[in-house]
T-cell receptor, first 117, second 114 residues
């Protein structure tokens, strides 16, 4: 079945460590996104990528880094510079939204819960 | 910049009854898209319904319908015949045409009571 797979589901990190969250999609979507969700907050955009080897900062990119070496993959690294990394992270993808296509919604993975210990 | 406001942090409804969730947004754009997403306890975001701003007709998907008032910048979600499986967080979201960014509201927690 087509979809978005995030791994791991739960992740624990010691302070000062970098960790990488995986996101893979087999929907052949061009655009991919990383969102952060905190209690009582909506989703906030960290980074997004329109095509391979290109990505743009979202609203809260500080302390995070991404890569897009393959169309199917968009891993997120939470660096030690991120002061409050404990959160729920959601990856999403969509057909190229730069056009006027009707399918403008984003499809989401099941998320990764990151906890700093 | 666009903002999306959901003024009801929590709501409850009796099973089989109807409930309406509110959403307002602020934008100077004329061409955009609006969405309602559902996040059940599993935490996976699921698209419930979408509306194109250029369409005057309100979108409907089975028990879910919207009341889109473009001039008032209002986009409410009506759930008819509520079911226990409708218990979830509901997020309203906005996307400007040609943009890659979705702007989300803070969500409404809906509880369906048996």
């Amino acid at each position: 079945d087509g979809g978005i797979t995030q791994s791991p589901k739960y992740l624990f990190r010691k302070e000062g460590q970098n960790v990488t969250l995986s996101c893979e999609q087999n929907l052949n979507h061009d655009a991919m996104y990383w969102y952060r969700q905190d209690p009582g907050q909506g989703l906030r955009l960290i980074y997004y990528s329109q095509i391979v080897n290109d990505f743009q900062k979202g609203d809260i990119a500080e302390g995070y880094s991404v890569s897009r070496e393959k169309k199917e993959s968009f891993p997120l690294t939470v660096t030690s510079a991120q002061k409050n990394p404990t959160a729920f992270y959601l990856c999403a993808s969509s057909i190229d939204q730069g056009s006027s296509q009707i399918n403008t919604e984003a499809f989401f993975g099941q998320g990764t819960r990151l906890t700093v210990v | 910049a666009q903002t999306v406001t959901q003024s009801q942090p929590e709501m409850s409804v009796q099973e089989a009854e109807t409930v309406t969730l509110s959403c307002t947004y602020d934008t100077s754009e004329n061409n955009y898209y609006l969405f309602w997403y559902k996040q059940p306890p599993s935490r996976q975001m699921i698209l419930v319904i979408r509306q194109e701003a250029y369409k005057q007709q309100n979108a409907t998907e089975n028990r879910f319908s919207v009341n889109f008032q473009k001039a008032a910048k209002s986009f409410s979600l009506k759930i008819s015949d509520s079911q226990l499986g409708d218990t979830a967080m509901y997020f309203c979201a906005f996307r400007r045409a040609g943009s890659y960014q979705l702007t989300f509201g803070k969500g409404t927690k809906l509880s369906v009571i048996p």
